[in-house]
């Protein structure tokens, strides 16, 4: 490996980190998706920085890193995917980091290895070139990781009903595709017999596409950073209409078949966790669609049910404050105060003023 590459891969290695750091440092960033990919690019970073310290004799002088970043590929599929998909609820996120879990698990024996046995190791396959079984199936499932991934992402950023940078987007699946092809190359070299040559020329087409990715990035950061706002100012209309469609048909039966407005102490994120949707959507959508704030529109149904319990014969010895309770409202005086709102009078005048039209009095 040329010592000008190596230093220059170092220094794109670092500033990635540093950047990525820095990034992290703001609050801005941490409190939307963008963490997702300043995540992604601090990881891709760290794995090209152990793979570029491969090369000289830091791992000789410290043997204990060795691999340390090993399983990291693992991760950059899910962080993407959670960066391109602000919009989904992402329940069971945890799954989509078990690859990086069961390779960590793979690699322990290997990291209880005494300091002299990974020299020896170290050593050993940077003369020979060899690997053994664990290689490959490393790397095929590394690639067919990156082809799942690269598929739902794709899908994700052509259907998602947001207007935001496309191009940007597609830029970072394609260049995460592209890593699939490159790891099927190396396997494919490696399989060589006089592969000394291959494999080197490999690494140093390789290392300048990582660093050249790095730097994109930082470049992209400095000179362009409205992509870090590009989602948040698109969350004013982050909903098409199909989305829109579907999302009032599951409020609509969350409320009337569900009758989850009765619940007491319902927030706006029970609703949305109901509907499989956002806190940030789910207001958009009563406000934008309906009308109305979610606490309107949680207690016009409230009152809706309450109106229907006074006039009920069943529920005639309930007092006021038991209907209210009854319907999910916490006190008498925020219920007194919906419905009057609502209805325009009192709820004790209501019920007086339709029994009486329901006994033929005017």
């Not at 899908?155 to 207007?163: A, D, L, P, Q, Y």
């Not at 009337?256 to 956002?278: G, V």
Request: glycine share 4%; proline share 3%; hydrophobic share 45%.
């Amino acid at each position: 490996m040329p010592e000008f590459l190596k230093l220059a891969v170092f220094i794109l290695a670092i500033q990635g980190i540093v950047t990525s750091l820095i990034l992290c440092a703001s609050k801005p960033i941490r409190d939307t998706h963008h963490k997702f990919l300043v995540l992604f690019v601090l990881i891709f970073s760290c794995y090209l920085l152990g793979q570029n310290l491969f090369w000289g004799n830091f791992y000789v002088e410290n043997p204990h890193f060795l691999f340390s970043t090993v399983a990291f590929p693992f991760l950059f599929g899910p962080l993407l995917y959670f960066y391109a998909t602000p919009y989904k609820k992402h329940r069971y996120a945890y799954l989509h980091f078990l690859p990086f879990m069961l390779l960590l698990i793979n690699h322990i024996p290997f990291y209880l290895f005494s300091a002299k046995e990974k020299i020896d190791f170290y050593f050993d396959m940077i003369l020979t070139l060899e690997v053994n079984s664990k290689f490959y199936i490393y790397r095929l499932a590394f690639v067919a990781q990156i082809i799942v991934y690269f598929l739902v992402i794709r899908n994700s950023i052509r259907h998602e009903g947001v207007k935001r940078s496309f191009k940007w987007y597609r830029t970072l699946n394609t260049f995460y595709g592209s890593l699939a092809a490159a790891y099927l190359f190396q396997m494919i070299v490696y399989s060589f017999e006089d592969k000394v040559g291959v494999v080197t020329f490999f690494f140093v087409v390789f290392y300048i596409v990582k660093a050249a990715f790095i730097l994109y990035f930082v470049t992209k950061t400095l000179l362009v950073p409205e992509l870090f706002r590009s989602v948040a100012r698109s969350k004013r209309n982050p909903l098409n209409d199909v989305k829109k469609t579907f999302y009032s048909e599951q409020i609509l039966l969350a409320m009337e078949t569900d009758q989850l407005y009765m619940k007491k102490d319902l927030r706006l994120i029970d609703l949305a966790n109901r509907i499989n949707s956002t806190e940030h959507l789910l207001s958009q959508l009563l406000r934008e669609h309906f009308g109305v704030n979610f606490f309107e529109f949680i207690n016009s149904y409230r009152i809706n049910s309450a109106k229907k319990l006074l006039l009920d014969e069943d529920y005639k010895h309930f007092t006021i404050d038991a209907i209210a309770q009854e319907v999910g409202f916490k006190s008498k005086s925020s219920f007194y105060e919906s419905f009057n709102k609502f209805v325009g009078t009192t709820p004790l005048a209501y019920k007086k003023q339709h029994r009486k039209f329901s006994n033929g009095e005017e």
